[in-house]
């Protein structure tokens, strides 16, 4: 699917509808050191294995694509799921 780099949308920040820049939100890199991970670490050690079943196969073909529009008068960053796609081309 092909969508325009820049659109019109409504700005929580401004109240009103303002020209938004359009991105893929990608998701950053994990903590080790954080609380979850470090518990789910802890379930895994020794005998017993997992703790949650592991996924032998996935039942889906496609995610869903996150969108990530950014105000360009006040840089308000608002995110919105999208929908399922194989490829999401945003054109300039």
Do not use: N, W
């Not at 401004?14 to 991970?37: F, L, N, P």
């Not at 006040?74 to 999208?82: H, L, Y």
Request: with cysteine; glycine share 6%; proline share 3%.
């Amino acid at each position: 699917m092909k969508m325009q780099k820049e659109l019109r949308k409504f700005c929580p920040k401004c109240k009103t509808h303002t020209v938004q820049s359009v991105s893929i939100y990608k998701k950053g890199r994990d903590r080790k050191t954080a609380e979850g991970t470090r518990r789910h670490a802890e379930d895994k050690k020794g005998y017993g294995g997992q703790k949650f079943p592991e996924l032998k196969r996935t039942a889906k073909t496609t995610k869903k694509i996150t969108l990530r529009y950014s105000c360009r008068s006040c840089k308000r960053e608002t995110m919105k799921e999208g929908m399922r796609m194989h490829k999401l081309e945003i054109q300039p």
